[in-house]
Structure formats: C-alpha cells, structure tokens
C-alpha cells in the first residue's frame, strides 16, 4: 500500500508548552506536532500530513518556503522533517480542513471522516532523496507482482492497534539505513530488484553485484520459487555510516511465491545459515512491547550492533510469525541524519 502521506484526522490533544506564548503541542495519533496557540482544539478534524511529505509549490503553502523547500532533479516542493521547536519534537504538519475548499465539491469535503487519504488531493508526494546510478542501475520493468514489496509501517501510525498488541511476543531487529534489495528465483529464472523495480542484468549495479558476490544466482533456485529480502549497506551506500569495507546485504525476508507467505523468524534465520548469509542483527527475540508508543520510540534510540560507533536508525518490531512487523524509527536520528 503506497503511505497514507496527507490524511484527515482528529487532534487527540493539546497541551501548552512551558515558557512558549504562540505555540502549543497536538497529538495526532502517535504523533506530536508543534501548532500555533489557539489554531485547533482537542477534537478537531484537520488534515495531518507526515514527515517524508514533499508539498507542491502553491500559495497555500509558500509559508513553508522559508524552512522547507527542496529542489532536486525535476522535482521541487517543500519538504517535512523531523525539527525540534523551544525543545520539543514536532513532526509533519496539521492544516486546516479548508485547504481543501475548491480541490474537492462541498457534499465531499462536508463528508470527509477520520482516516480519508487527501494525498492526491493535495498534489502531496514522498520526498525520496536522490540516489545514485551504481544503486537504481537499469530498469528491466516493474516491481514483480508475485513479490510483496519490502515495506514497514510506522508505530507512530498503530496508536489504534497498539494495546491490543502487547499480549505478543515479538523479535527485534535493527533497521540498517542502505538499499532495499530484492532476489528472486521463479520457474528458472534469477531476478533481481531494487525498492520498487526490477534491474536488468549488469555487472556495474550494486545489487547485482552483491548477488554474484553470495552466489546465489546458483544457490537460492534448491529451495524452489523464493525471494531473499535484504539491505545493502557498505561503500557509496547512505553515506556508509557503519563504515564497511565493500558492500554487505543483511537479509530480513524470505518469501515463498507459490504459497504466497513469509518464512517464519526460524525458518528465516536457518535458510540464512544454510545459504551462508547475513541476516540484520537481532537485538531481542523475546520482546514485550514497552507500555506505551512513545516508550517503543525511545527504546529504537541507541547504537548499531554493525559498528557500535555509529547511531541506529532504528528498529523493526515483528512476531515470529511475521503476521504483525512495524518499525519504530530513532527520532534523534531522524533529527541529526536527515537534512
Ligand atoms: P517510509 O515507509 O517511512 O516512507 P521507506 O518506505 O523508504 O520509508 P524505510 O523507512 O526505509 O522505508 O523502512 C522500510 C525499509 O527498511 C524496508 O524497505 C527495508 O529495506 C529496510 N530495512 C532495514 N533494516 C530492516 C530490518 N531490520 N527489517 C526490515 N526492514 C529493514
Ligand atoms: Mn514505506
């Protein structure tokens, strides 16, 4: 499912914020946000958009100018970041439903409810950093429609599920910051893919690559029609924060394509050892999810199990089984890395 990026919601708080007269922090599902003083109350519909969200270049937004635009390759916009005002964490951005007036009928915008997508709506789009030519490499074609796309859903959008929950156990990993990449066998054929497409066959891109590097054009098609998931970290990735010679892939997926459905967390981590490969580093495999959200994003503080030096983006929380897997992302990394 592409992110929900802009979407209606109800302001679940307000609180002031000592020793600030204009501004105030709201609570939007596990989210907080700096907003003006006075601008909504507790209970309000609003329109919440998400860090990551790049707004179009329109009157509306040209407040945002000044903190926020972005402009790289044939895109521009203005950007939403992690930023932190008088002290407090705010992240993305509440408007007024009216921003809406004359993008949508009257019936429609008095019938809007909690949780409606408004992303096209507002010509809102994901800002993706640019990346370059080693790692995107050629496409071949679409992103293979047997293969669910790697993908985690942020904690801080589970407030509703979350209770529910923390009867399980689960197992953590850490979330490494490189390349998704994805390689499949299926009737014969060895295919490789980035985050959301498939790559022709090259020795200059990174992925392919690494898949000669491992062997496994030869390895992955004896244990019938499968897809091995993994992050590319190393040289030239993400700037390299664990700072590894080469490249590596750490893997976190198998999937079976004829049964559509995920290896479990042993099955994973025994198809890893037998085919020699790395999996992400596991900080717990008996995990209880702390008490609250906001406890979750500070236990995804801290340092990597790759190169201690080096700050952790974050964590994957998931069940054994895989049904249930999110992510909680550090927020002072989001805060330090993410310019
Ligand atoms: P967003 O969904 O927030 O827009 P995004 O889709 O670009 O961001 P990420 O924030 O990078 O994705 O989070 C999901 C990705 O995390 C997966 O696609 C996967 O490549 C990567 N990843 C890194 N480490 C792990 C891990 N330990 N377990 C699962 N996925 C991981
Ligand atoms: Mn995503």
Redesign the pocket.
Known sequence: MP?QLASIQRIADIQPIAGADLIALAKVKGWQVVVKKNEYQAGDLTIYCEI?SLLPVREEFEFLRKSSYKSYDNVEGFRLRTIKLRGQLSQGLLLPLSTLQGKMDADALNGLQEGDDVTDILGVV?YEPPISAALSGIIKGEFPGFIPK???E?VQNLSAQYEGLKEQRFYV??????A?VTYYYRDGGFGVCS?NLELVESHSNSLWLAAYALGLPEKIGSFGNIAL?G?LVGEKVQGNPYRIQGQKV?F??AFHIDTQRYFTYDELTALCRELGLLT?PVISDDFALPETIDAMLLYAEGKSMVHGPADREGV?VRSHDRKVSF?A?SNNFLLKHEN
């Open positions: 992110r990551d994901k790697t993908d985690e942020r990993t850490e979330k490494l910051d490189g998704s985050r998931q992050e750490y976190f997926n992400v994957v992510k992302i």
